[in-house]
Structure formats: C-alpha cells, structure tokens
C-alpha cells in the first residue's frame, strides 16, 4: 500500500515538475 | 528506481544552477520564471525523497545507503526515518527543506522580495545537489554485486522516536537560517538596506530560531533518556556546532528587534545573520569532517573538503558583499546611552558573542592545539609568565582538550548576566535614559523574586538529601551560583509577569470584558512585546530546571546483588531481579526490576488472598516489607517455592516437560533470541535456580543441566513440594519479591506487589551491534526526576546501577515547549499579517531611481 503511495507520489511530482518547467520556459523566452 | 533517483538528482542540480541564474536577472519576466523553476525544483526534490523512501520500504539492498542503515527487520517507523539518519540521505533532506522554503517564500512573498532572495537560497541548493551528484549520492548501487541478502541495520542509539523527530528538526532549522540570509544579502546586493528586508525576514527568522531550538531540545531530550549519563547536555563537538548559530541567532533576533525601532544596529545585523549562516555550515562541516571526535561524526566522510571549499565562498562571498556596501550602512542614530532597552540589548549581543567564542574555543582546542605552532606560542608566554615568578604553570607538550565541567563553569557566569539582561531589558524604554519611576518598576518584581526564590530554593532543599546547612552550603561555588540562578530567573519570569498582568488588567478595566478574552487581546495587539515576554518566562523555567539540577544528587556504578537496596532522596531503591525479553523489533532486553519504597513507609493494612488466614503478617525488616510466620516449616518451604515459582520463573521460562510419577519437571527459556543474544543469560536462570536448590537443601531438590540444549531438570523429593512449584507457574504473581532463610526455618519475607512503583531499566542487545545499548527508567516528578540507568556487573545476578535524583528538570522541557510554542504562533501571525509594503525598496529598478539616498532609507 505504501509502495503505491509512494509511486503516485513520484508520478505526480515528475508531473508538477515537468508543468512547472515548461512554464518556466515559456516565460523566460517570452 | 535507483536510476531515476540518480537522473532526479541530477535535474536538480540543472535547476538549482538555473534558479540562480535567473533569479539574479534584472528583467521581471525572469523573476517569474524563477520561480516556475522553484516549483519544479521543489518537485524533483519531492520525487527524488519519493525514491529514495520506496527503495527504503522495499527493502532493495543493492542500494548501498538502503543496506547501509536499514534492514529487513526493523520496524516501518524507523525504516522511514533512515531516510534522515545516514549522511547521503541527510543531504537529499536538506535539499528537500532548502526547495521547500524557496517554495514557501516563493508562495508568501510578492515578486520584488523574490528577486536574488531565491538565487542566494539556489546557490545553497546547489551546493547540496553537487555533493549528492559528485560526492555522496543516496541512490548509488553496488557496482559489482546485487547487493547483500540484508542490510546492515541502524544504530539502535537511532531507533528511538526522539532519534526519528531531532535531525529532521536540526537540519530543517539550519537550513530555515538560509531565508533571513538571503533577504540580508539580496537586500544588500538589488535593494536598499534599511529596515524593510527585516520586516520581511522576521518570520522567517522566527521559523529558524523555533525550528534550531526545537532540535536542539529534542536532542537534548534524546541524551536524556537514551545515553544513560543522567544529563541533557554533555558538550559534545557537535552539539556545541548546533549552539554556535543559534547563540549568533539568538543575539540577531534581538538585535533585530532594536533595528525594526530604531533603525541601529544595521551593519551589525547583517554580520549576525551571515555569521549564523555560516556557522550553520560549520556546524554541519564538523559532523561530517571528523575534524573532533564526537558521538555524532559521520564515519568516512568524503564530504570534509567540500564543505571547507563552501565555508571559504561564504565567508569571503559576505565579506565582500559587505565590504562593498559598508558605506551605505552607517549614519544610524546614536544608541542614547548603556541604561537604555537598546543599550542592554547590545550588552547582551557583546555576551553572545562571548558565549559563542567560548564554545567555539572549547570545541576547537583539541585541534588548535595539535599544531605545533600553537604549543610553541603558548609555551611562549608561559616561559614569560613563569619568569615573573607569580606562580608556576607547566609548559604543554601535547594537545589540550576541555570536559564539560570547563565548559560549565565558563558559560555559567555569561548566562546568568544575560538572564538578569532578559529581566531588565523590558523595563527600560528603547532610546532614553533611566526613567524616574525606574526603582517603582524595578520594587515589585524584584520583591517577589526575593520571595519566589526562597520558595523555590525551599523546594529544591526538600528534593536533595543534603545534611549540610544551607549557609554551610553557600559558600561552595556550584550551590551559590544555582541560587544566583533561581534569583536572576524569578525576576525575569516577574517582570514579565507583572507587563501581562497590568496589560490585561487594564484591558479588562477599559473593555470590560473577562480575564482570557483580555489575554487573547492584549497578546493579539503586541505580539512583539508579550511574544517577547513568554519566550523569556520559557527561558527563566530552563534556567530554574538548570540551577536544580546542578544541585542533584547522584551514585554510581552502585553494585547490587539481587534483594540489596540503595537509598536515595526519601526513597530506597531495591533490585529486585533481572528478567531478560525478546521484542518483536528484533533486539533483547536484559530488565532489572527496582522497587522504589520511601524510606518512611509503615502501613501494614493490606492483607492478600494468597497468604493463608492461619499465620501472622509482621512487618518486615527492609528491604522485605512483610514477614509471614508459619507454624509448620514445610508449609514455610512449599509457600516459599509457589511464589518464588510465580515471581521469578514464570516470566523467562516454560515448563518443557512434567513427569509427575517421577516428580521431575524440565524447564526451557521463553526466549531462546534473549538466550543467544545476552551473553551469560542461559547461566543466570540456572544459577538462580541453583541458589534455591542449596537454599532448601539439595536433598529436597535436585538440579541438572542439559549437555547440549538449554534445559534445566528438576527433580523434588515430595508430591506437595513438587505441586507448589508447578502452581507457581500457573498463578499470577502477588508479589515483588520472596525470601527463606534456613536459620528463620518457619517465616518467608515478601514484598507485596502493588504497594509501591517498579521502574524497569534495560539493557538492549541487537543482533548486528556489538556494542549493547541501555534504556534508562525515568520516574517523572512534579519537582524531580528519579534517574536509573544499569549495567550487568561480574557475576550473574548483579548489576552496577547508576541512579540520579534531578530537580526541577522537568521545567527545563517545559519551559523550552513554552518558547517555541509562542515562536511558531508569532511566525503563523507573521505569515498572515498584512504584508509590508517593500515592492519599491527591493525592486532593481526603483533603487536605481532612488539612488544612494535609497540605501538609507
């Protein structure tokens, strides 16, 4: 159970991440 | 997953160098960028701790931090915490608390305060991302192998769950320091220097200090029911690197407060706050370089050169930063005299100083010393000092090192005056001098400190059994600097006191309204200033709780045969016996039983079922509190043996076989993991078996043990005598302990279970230490602790027994909850409070505009 928390966890930071950086992108070339 | 954790942490690094490079642009576009880039910063770090904890709970072992700290038996909690306990996996937490605050400052702050704030915070994320992916990294892999079948386990000293909460606590508020740093700094190199970056910053250095402090007393706490030693504080290297920032932190925040008033103290602020950062890293240089033995050195660390390297850039980086703009920081207004709130506050700055030179120095002698260059200096002035002929003083040959008694003594006289600084700095205003009324403000709480102390020092005579009179006592230097203590914190406690209770009085009078309502208003209005005051009534308890216990009283190493007592305080402690217990953990416990009995007890009235209605109860010589008299000596033996049965076998051992024909028993351990872990614990049960049999005779009973396994036989010489001792080990035990002695054939001396408290210290051995680890018993008291900690003594049934009585200890936990309770809730109220309006002083723009007036704003 813990190993599957743990899992989405680290899906969805990787995903917020990933958000994050493709934003930063965008606006420092903006 | 070790791969992944590997590719996260290098992004991390990527985004930690780009964080940097973005957030010292001047372009407001990039600031939005940069914190985009915090965000996924913060993120990656969050997925790499994701990682790291999944290798952790399953186990992977081809992991070498995973096989180095944990392994397949430890419970989850601890599991989870190697995540913290070992050196490479500290990093990643740092990392992760590092990316958080930029989160958090990134999500409280408005743009303008952001800028360099998150690039200077990125430089100290990057420093950790580069150790984790050139020096230490958590995710690395056996390179040859798949790794061992099972990890090496954790320390058990770490398995504790103050253990799981102090690092993580510790490292948080280091790190914490770096957000007051970086404002300072940014403030410095984009914006102007006056007073605004500190309103921004007191927050967050309120967070720092409540978060340093929270570790260090929870680390205090740990070595106080861990170590064994009866302390809470032991001058340990590392432990004197954690004080070093919080004593600068300390200083800075008050300095702080003075600054956000009168706009003084601005160069000084800044030197404090860098110097708190910087000692922050020194502090954790000294945990990992091994530069001085202490308890808490990582082994092996590559880090050592790493650290020095970052020191060096901090400490130059600043001094340049400040170098450069010291020209802006002057033209404050004068102090206004030494008996003014800011001139007491400077007095205590100048202590903090001291007291920080002084652990520094007694922390880093060893090392100075070692140098050759450094004995040849100090043999130098020792020649010159000698031929003055005043006095002799030898010449040193070796390197020198101080013990806490050193460290007690010279920090003691520093903290009493900054004490007495903690009463008297609140009744005098900021900048004029003395009021008049100063003597009617000073009376009362002054007169109630009189008072308090002689109730309190009342109460500390009535917890120490010292037959000495107290004017005898007052000479010795120890007593009379803990009654100097209890003086100077009764009157910092009162001269708070009195502030909120006129405050709230006054507040009721004029809102009519009740007592907590105006509690909760006068707090609310001046959190500053009542903030203030609780911290130092918390600070006023932990110096009450240092005084007592720098008058406890304290045996050691008492060696105790099973039945023998101490005394202590009012009490006398009696072994009552070992029992030894394997946990479901994974380690064994080798328990001895201690009956604390005042000295003065009397009662006879409780009379229990088992003890038949035709004998008499008397009571007994101590340390057996009844004696019963039986008529038949026989019926003596067989009650003897039942209960002997039920008190002390029925716990540690099962009976294996019974062969009534033959009236033979054979007697196994419960526990045969207590029996291969605890050496000698399979000839302690025999020996003490062995004892009852040359008590009652060997005719009566005979014992023999198994060649190869561990089994006891017995065999009894009559059916009653063999009854009662199977009864024993179905029965529940009535009492503590049971006595016979054949020259009294006819009475048995017991001690009634129920009576009285048993407190249970241990010694633990774990299957992958050596070394065994002990588990202090603490009986907590409103007014003292009863301290015991044991070690097993040559022979089989003794132990060597440690036990302190320590006054007043208990305040000094209470009074640290007090302090950082209202330093989280002044941080809360920091957070949502109305944010000041500093975009135009740190917005790069808008300083060019205001030019060098701006740096004096």
């Known amino acids: 159970m813990l190993e599957i928390l743990l899992e989405i966890g680290i899906a969805v930071s990787i995903s917020l991440a990933t958000l994050a950086f493709v934003r930063c992108i965008v606006r420092t070339f903006r | 997953m070790a791969t992944l954790g590997q590719i996260l942490t290098l992004i991390s690094l990527f985004l930690s160098v780009l964080v940097v490079i973005l957030g010292f642009s001047q372009k407001r576009h990039l600031l939005q960028a940069t914190v985009e880039a915090t965000s996924a910063l913060f993120f990656i770090d969050l997925a790499a701790s994701f990682c790291l904890l999944e290798l952790l709970v399953t186990h992977d072992f081809s992991n070498r931090y995973v096989a180095s700290y944990t392994d397949s038996s430890m419970p989850l909690v601890y599991i989870l915490t190697a995540f913290w306990a070992g050196e490479k996996g500290a990093l990643l937490f740092w990392a992760l608390v590092q990316a958080g605050l930029m989160m958090l400052v990134a999500l409280t702050e408005n743009d303008a305060i952001q800028k360099g704030v998150l690039a200077i915070m990125g430089i100290a994320h990057s420093f950790f991302a580069v150790l984790m992916v050139f020096a230490s990294n958590p995710f690395e892999t056996f390179s040859t192998s798949s790794g061992p079948p099972d990890g090496n386990g954790m320390n058990p000293l770490l398995q504790n769950p103050l253990m799981a909460v102090h690092p993580p606590l510790q490292l948080a508020g280091f790190v914490a320091w770096s957000v007051p740093f970086a404002l300072g700094m940014s403030s410095l190199l984009f914006g102007a220097v006056g007073v605004q970056w500190l309103k921004v910053a007191r927050k967050w250095y309120l967070l720092a200090w409540a978060l340093h402090t929270a570790g260090l007393v929870v680390g205090g706490l740990w070595a106080y029911v861990e170590l064994g030693w009866g302390g809470f504080w032991g001058w340990d290297p590392v432990e004197n690197g954690a004080l070093l920032p919080w004593l600068t932190g300390t200083a800075f925040i008050h300095s702080a407060a003075v600054e956000l008033r009168t706009s003084r103290f601005r160069m000084w602020n800044y030197i404090l706050i860098s110097l708190t950062f910087i000692l922050c890293i020194f502090a954790t240089f000294l945990t990992r370089s091994q530069l001085i033995h ?88 020792v020649k010159i000092w000698n031929s003055l002929n005043i006095s002799f003083v030898h010449e040193i040959t070796e390197p020198l090192a101080v013990g806490p008694d050193w460290f007690n003594k010279t920090t003691a006289p520093i903290g009493a005056l900054l004490l007495l ?173 201690i009956l604390v009995a005042p000295k003065d007890y009397t009662d006879m009235t409780v009379r229990l079922d088992e003890i038949p209605s035709d004998v008499q109860i008397e009571p007994g010589e101590r340390p057996f ?90 065999r009894f010489r009559d059916g009653p005598l063999f009854q009662s001792f199977i009864q024993g080990f179905s029965m529940k035990p009535r009492f503590l302990g049971v006595s016979y002695d054949p020259s009294e054939p006819f009475k048995i001396k017991v001690i009634p279970e129920g009576m009285f408290k048993v407190v249970e210290p241990e010694v633990r051995a774990y299957p992958k230490f050596e070394n065994p680890t002990t588990e202090v018993a603490i009986d907590v008291g409103i007014f003292s602790d009863l301290y015991l900690a044991f070690a097993k003594a ?63 704003a």
């Open chain 2, 294 to 381: 202490s308890l808490h050195s990582f082994q092996n660390s590559v880090l050592t050169p790493y650290f020095l390297y970052y020191l060096v850039f901090l400490t130059v980086g600043c001094l340049f930063v400040l170098g450069t703009r010291h020209k802006y920081l002057h033209g404050s207004p004068k102090l206004g005299g030494v008996f003014t709130r800011q001139g007491l506050i400077l007095l205590g700055n100048i202590l903090f100083l001291l007291l920080t030179f002084v652990v520094m120095w007694g922390t880093l002698l060893p090392k100075f010393s070692e140098s050759k260059m450094f004995q040849d200096v100090i043999n130098g002035m």
């Open chain 2, 625 to 714: 509190l009844w004696l019963v008299k039986f008529k038949q000596q026989e019926d003596a033996i067989n009650f003897f043996l039942k209960h002997f049965s039920a008190v002390f076998l029925q716990q540690e051992m099962v009976l294996a076989e019974v062969d009534r024909k033959n009236l033979a028993v054979a007697l196994a351990p419960r526990s045969l993991e207590a029996i291969n872990l605890i050496p000698g614990e399979f000839h302690r049960l025999a020996d003490q078996l062995k004892q009852v049999a040359s008590i009652l005779g060997h005719d009566r009973i005979s014992l023999e043990m198994s060649k190869g396994d561990p089994l006891l036989f017995l």
């Open chain 2, 794 to 856: 040559p022979g089989s049934q003794s132990i060597m027994l440690t036990v302190s009585q320590n006054p007043f200890i208990s305040l000094f936990w209470i009074g640290s909850f007090v302090m950082i309770i209202c330093v989280v809730m002044l941080f809360w109220l920091g957070i949502f409070s109305r944010k000041p309006q500093v975009t135009a002083v740190f917005c790069g723009e808008v300083v060019q505009n205001v030019g060098k007036e701006g740096f004096n």
């Open chain 2, 421 to 593: 600084l903690s009463g008297l700095a609140p009744l005098l205003p900021y900048k004029s001098t003395i009021p008049k009324d100063i003597f009617r403000k000073l009376a009362m709480p002054a007169l109630l400190s009189v008072l308090s102390s002689v109730v309190t020092l009342a109460l500390l005579e009535s917890q120490t059994p010292e037959t000495k009179n107290f004017f005898i006592r007052i000479r010795s230097l120890g007593f009379l600097s803990g009654v100097i203590l209890i003086l100077f914190a009764n009157f910092s406690l009162f001269v708070a006191l009195i502030d909120f209770y006129s405050a709230i009085r006054a507040k009721m009078a004029s809102a009519n309204i009740g007592f907590l309502r105006a509690l909760g208003n006068v707090f609310s209005a001046n959190p500053r200033r009542f903030g203030g005051h609780i911290v130092h009534m918390g600070v006023a308890l932990c110096f009450l709780a240092i005084a007592g216990y720098g008058q406890r009283t304290e045996i050691k190493d008492a060696v105790l045969k099973p039945m023998q007592s101490v005394s202590i305080g009012k009490n006398d402690l009696v072994f009552l016996g070992l029992r030894s217990t394997y946990s479901r953990d994974g380690y064994a416990s080798l328990v001895a039983k």
